[in-house]
């Protein structure tokens, strides 16, 4: 069974420009949901998608985007890249959105980004 | 405003001691609740939940949880701590309605000495 993998690992990036990180959910998953973890904090939500259509959103301006494809894999898009967006962008895969799975997330190892 | 709150941001222990990690939540109605583990190098991985029924929640590694309605909190425990137990702790709670969304504490990061 393979786990959730994301790429790249550690990327750097300068201010006002754009970032594509990537995911590959684990076999038999087709939700998948994102989060950003700065610094000394806990994992924040922001946003899921299942069956290719997002599912639900944290608080996060619209410059955060994202995509799902038909085998289940994720992007992370963002824009205008900000300081403040420097953090571990973590991927998370689940069977399916609620029931008694719920909250069961599997997290990938997560792409660090730093701004500049 | 819902919030976790993770009282201990570092605990040390020493190995074959036991282990207990705070979490108190602030929600409006009891919400699904769980606990994760970040390892060096690894992704989280969830420890054990509580959706409902018995308050005294059995998970992987040894680790259990209880829940306490009267006191909003759900605090971690394992009974004789690993080497391998050395990580960083996460509470994390989601409401019933959207029960996909997580919200997560800042963590507790916890030392094994020999």
């Known amino acids: 069974e393979t786990g959730v993998t994301q790429s790249p690992t550690h990327l750097i990036k300068t201010r006002g420009q754009q970032v594509t990180l990537r995911c590959s959910s684990q076999s038999g998953h087709n939700t998948v949901s994102w989060y950003q973890q700065a610094l000394g904090q806990g994992p924040q939500f922001i946003f899921q998608y299942y069956r290719e259509e997002e599912n639900g959103r944290g608080n996060f301006p619209p410059r955060f985007s994202g995509l799902q494809f038909p085998n289940y894999s994720s992007e992370l898009n963002v824009n205008a890249l900000e300081l403040d967006d420097s953090a571990l962008y973590l991927c998370?895969?689940?069977?399916?959105?609620?029931?008694?799975?719920?909250?069961?997330?599997?997290f990938g190892e997560g792409s660090r980004l730093t701004v500049l | 405003a819902q919030s976790v709150t993770q009282p201990d941001i570092h605990i040390t222990v020493s190995e074959g001691a036991s282990l207990e990690l705070r979490c108190n939540y602030s929600y409006g109605a009891t919400p699904y609740l769980f606990w994760y583990v970040q390892s060096p190098g690894q992704g989280l991985q969830l420890l054990l939940k509580y959706f409902s029924g018995d308050t005294l929640v059995q998970g992987i590694k040894g680790f259990e949880a209880e829940f306490k309605r009267s006191q909003s909190s759900f605090n971690l425990r394992k009974p004789s701590v690993h080497w391998s137990d050395a990580a960083e702790y996460f509470c994390a709670v989601a409401p019933r309605s959207n029960d996909y969304k997580l919200s997560f504490g800042a963590g507790t990061t916890v030392t094994v000495r020999a």
């Open positions: 998370a895969s689940s069977e399916s959105s609620g029931g008694a799975r719920a909250g069961e997330l599997f």
